[in-house]
């Protein structure tokens, strides 16, 4: 079964640090990696994404690393604050109509 | 805006009784997706369609059917919900369009309680 692993399952950062969340895959035919953000009560929406043709994407204060021959990738959060704590959902898939796979979820909470 | 939306928001039902949850999307796409949210097991594809009445099971497909007879609709129905049933439900539509990169957007979910 296709997969996505997620760590860590929870985050508690300083506000002004640094989250990290971490995700790594098996599927090499996997090519598209989105990172979802999700508050309390509402879905998850699509916060920032990346293709394998490049090793890194910034937008903003978030930045996804993208490591193809380690078959990882990574969410940066810098700068974190406390309107930054949520769930946290990285995802893969392969282009076209097939379902995004999610990892198990990261709850961050950024404290001040 | 585009928009998800679930029918509702709570829901509490019997064990045994026949559940629909309903989901409508304004963004004319073409692909749905129902997933289940429970703690510490993130989100788990249930069902999903990329086109009408067409319907393809997931990772989690038991205990729940889908009805798909317009493109804006997409029903997830529990036929004789039970306890371990009871989770949160998101249901999400993207495009088929390549350009769109598979992007999901989700309604706000309904959380279904099976007593």
């Known amino acids: 079964q296709q997969q996505v692993k997620q760590s860590p399952q929870s985050l508690i950062v300083q506000k002004g640090g640094i989250s990290i969340i971490n995700c790594a895959y098996e599927?090499?035919?996997?090519?598209?990696f989105p990172w979802y953000q999700q508050f309390p009560g509402k879905g998850p929406a699509l916060l920032i994404a990346?293709?394998?043709?490049?090793s890194e994407k910034k937008e903003g204060r978030f930045t996804i690393s993208f490591n193809k021959s380690a078959k990882q990738f990574s969410l940066h959060i810098m700068d974190s604050q406390p309107g930054d704590s949520a769930t946290y959902f990285c995802?893969?898939?392969?282009?076209?109509?097939?379902?995004?796979?999610f990892g198990k979820g990261t709850r961050l909470s950024v404290i001040a | 805006d585009v928009k998800v939306t679930q029918s509702s928001r709570y829901l509490v039902k019997r064990t045994g009784e026949k559940v629909f949850l309903e989901c409508v999307q304004d963004?004319?796409?073409?692909?749905m997706f129902w997933y289940r949210q429970d703690p510490g097991l993130g989100l788990r594809l249930i069902y999903f369609?990329?086109?009408?009445?067409?319907?393809e099971k997931g990772d989690i497909p038991e205990g729940y059917s889908v009805s798909r007879e317009k493109k804006e609709r997409f029903s997830l129905i529990l036929e004789s919900a039970s306890t371990n049933q009871t989770s949160m439900y998101l249901c999400?539509?993207?495009?088929?369009?390549?350009?769109?990169?598979?992007?999901?957007?989700f309604g706000p979910g309904t959380r279904l309680t099976v007593l």
């Open positions: 999400a539509s993207s495009s088929k369009d390549a350009s769109s990169y598979n992007e999901q957007f």
């Open positions: 599927n090499t035919a996997f090519d598209y």
């Open positions: 990346i293709r394998p043709d490049v």
């Open positions: 995802a893969a898939s392969i282009t076209g109509n097939t379902p995004l796979v």
């Open positions: 963004m004319d796409h073409e692909n």
């Open positions: 369609s990329y086109d009408v009445k067409m319907k």
